[in-house]
């Protein structure tokens, strides 16, 4: 019997570009802003990202977060505050897909380096036609998490 890796690239690379697909969109930094200055390494910010919604074009998530500086902040093992804020807006025409999730996680990102993280979820307000954005700050020691809300009114967009 042969061994082939010919045969195992194509399956490697679809499984990677499935794995892919499946995983949180990953954020667009806009911009930060220094809230205090460090004399060594990084500067507490906080800072603005822009999230386009993977499944629902149209929609884009701005979310503001403190990022911790100083030395820890600077080498990635300082522990980000659970400080966000979130803003959702349609940006151009919403076409929602035939099936939608009721609760799906769209947004994902470390705050720090283990067990951290924020996360933001989408669900569909069908009796009122507006997707809703909850934005949680996650920590598996901790208990009641804290959390941010923006509303989209799904809404005809220059004529369609």
Not at 5 to 28: H, N, T, V
Request: overall charge positive.
């Amino acid at each position: 019997m042969s061994f082939s890796f010919a045969k195992i690239r194509p399956a490697c690379l679809a499984g990677a570009l499935a794995l892919a697909a499946a995983l949180p969109a990953q954020g667009e930094e806009i911009d930060c802003v220094t809230t205090t200055w460090k004399l060594i390494g990084a500067n507490h910010r906080i800072c603005v990202n822009a999230y386009d919604d993977p499944k629902i074009p149209g929609v884009t998530c701005h979310v503001s977060q403190a990022r911790t500086g100083g030395v820890k902040g600077s080498l990635g093992l300082a522990e980000d505050p659970s400080q966000f804020s979130i803003a959702c807006r349609q940006v151009g025409p919403i076409v929602l897909p035939a099936k939608l999730p009721d609760d799906e996680v769209v947004f994902s990102e470390d705050t720090s380096l283990l067990f951290k993280e924020t996360k933001v979820h989408r669900f569909l307000d069908q009796k009122r036609n507006v997707l809703i954005y909850l934005a949680i700050s996650r920590r598996v020691i901790e208990g009641a998490p804290a959390n941010a809300i923006s509303t989209v009114p799904i809404q005809s967009w220059g004529g369609k």
